[in-house]
């Protein structure tokens, strides 16, 4: 790619970052189907694969509540632990609603002049949705029922605000978090997930396609739909709010590790969901899917605690549970791509790194991330994207890249340097939209209601102070 197409690239991201209403500008759009759209062609779909997406889905909702809720509740001090399970919940009911509502529109339709940002809103309510309505998978053809494929993407529209709270949890407004959670969702993640993810599918490959997708990145499962996108809104949020009142003056470890280890398991098994059913369908891609998500994420949580056993003289339980985070999120875009050998040392690589910025970078640079979600997520979620840019290389052992403009759909690679630099396109782009977008939003939310709690509410408690309990009783 030319230096003038790569400038170009993204001089029109910054534009759209700098102009966050393009939604709003959407809802003025007639969002007819494009004209020249051709006859859909016949699909088929097999029971197998729509039973094994509705698992999946029931597993990404698992990683949520209570997977993610118990692995940040154990995290935080005791007074705050129901303020981050309420959260958590929460978020997963309010973004449903939304999801339905017209976030599977904007996210999965054509947006006309604005397509390659967002999308319409033909879909808007689930019109034009049934029993009957199909979405194509990745073989020509193959099909799962539409409400499946809503259903599938609805759990990750819901996790991803829900990472977002740990970077300024025990010190946030539940008010100013729903607020924000409502605007982030509807001018980051729905342009986001469309921006990677929306493309014609096998039989219309050459329709038009969401922005990172016509780079030529790719992304499995999310790392940065989900982990960038969710990690560097948290930092932005935990830098806005300020740190915690007390901090690095006072005690602020995990009130339960036990069940920060449960949520982390949940994470694990519910991963699964999240990386093997991104392949839409139950076939050898997903079992691959299944087995790096697998090795990765136990590579990952092995090298963490050989690092902090080098480090601290000993391992401990949340090194462990927090190198297999930062594995799982690291092998999310690489899942269908990358071979189990190249996953483990994806897996071996990540800890390290998410290790260096966790102790070493928060500490210098002094902000208060309270639950690490920079650290891992974002962090964790570039190396991924960029590592499935030299995964993916056959050569390697991985699965190549699926050609669906050759009449078999041939497996290709561009080569290492062509596929990093798509990648790191994406990556910047993702960087762009959501931290400058973020930002605007926080500034929203705290200029209309407040983003923090009072001190005597943060010294009180959140349980107590904003939901008048208590999650133990003594």
Not at 221 to 232: K, L, Q, R, Y
């Amino acid at each position: 790619m030319s230096i003038s197409k790569f400038s170009s690239t993204f001089a029109r991201v910054g534009a759209a970052s700098a102009a966050l209403l393009a939604p709003v500008v959407a809802f003025a759009q007639e969002t007819a189907a494009p004209a020249a759209a051709a006859a859909a062609p016949a699909f088929t779909m097999d029971k197998g694969d729509n039973t094994w997406m509705l698992v999946s889905s029931a597993l990404v909702l698992l990683m949520t509540i209570p997977g993610l809720a118990l692995f940040y509740g154990g995290l935080v001090r005791a007074k705050n632990m129901l303020s981050v399970l309420m959260q958590v919940f929460m978020i997963t009911a309010v973004v449903s609603l939304i999801w339905v509502t017209y976030g599977y529109s904007l996210a999965f339709t054509d947006g006309g002049s604005l397509n390659s940002f967002i999308g319409g809103f033909s879909k808007a309510f689930l019109a034009g949705v049934n029993t009957s309505s199909l979405a194509e998978t990745f073989s020509k053809g193959v099909a799962i029922p539409e409400y499946t494929f809503i259903v599938f993407q609805m759990t990750f529209a819901c996790i991803t605000p829900g990472l977002i709270v740990g970077a300024f949890a025990e010190r946030v407004k539940f008010s100013a978090v729903m607020l924000f959670v409502v605007l982030w969702v509807t001018f980051i993640y729905f342009p986001m997930a469309h921006m990677v993810w929306f493309w014609g599918g096998p039989s219309s490959y050459s329709a038009p396609a969401g922005l990172i997708f016509s780079y030529g990145a790719i992304d499995f499962a999310g790392g940065t739909v989900v982990h960038i996108n969710a990690g560097i809104a948290g930092l932005v949020g935990a830098i806005m709010l300020g740190k915690r009142t007390g901090y690095k003056k006072e005690i602020m470890a995990p009130h339960s590790m036990t069940l920060t280890m449960v949520g982390a398991s949940l994470l694990w098994v519910g991963w699964f969901g999240f990386n093997a059913g991104s392949n839409l369908e139950a076939n050898g891609y997903a079992s691959l899917a299944m087995i790096n998500t697998f090795v990765a994420t136990a590579a990952a949580a092995v090298s963490w605690c050989i690092v902090e056993s080098l480090a601290r003289g000993k391992a401990s339980m949340l090194g462990g549970a927090s190198g297999a985070v930062a594995g799982l999120v690291a092998i999310t875009p690489a899942a269908g791509f990358a071979g189990p050998m190249g996953s483990i040392v994806l897996g071996l690589v990540v800890s390290p790194i998410c290790y260096f910025f966790v102790d070493v970078v928060k500490n210098k640079f002094n902000y208060d991330d309270s639950l690490d979600v920079f650290g891992v997520h974002c962090i964790g979620g570039i190396i991924g994207a960029l590592g499935t840019g030299i995964l993916v290389n056959p050569a390697l052992g991985g699965a190549g890249i699926v050609d669906y403009s050759t009449a078999d759909f041939a497996a290709t690679y561009a080569g290492t340097a062509t596929q990093v630099l798509n990648q790191a396109k994406g990556v910047l782009t993702t960087l762009l939209w959501s931290g400058i977008g973020s930002a605007i939003l926080y500034k929203i939310v705290d200029v209309v209601i407040g983003l923090r709690v009072s001190v005597e509410a943060e010294r009180e408690g959140l349980d107590l102070a904003t939901h008048g309990e208590a999650a133990y009783h003594s």
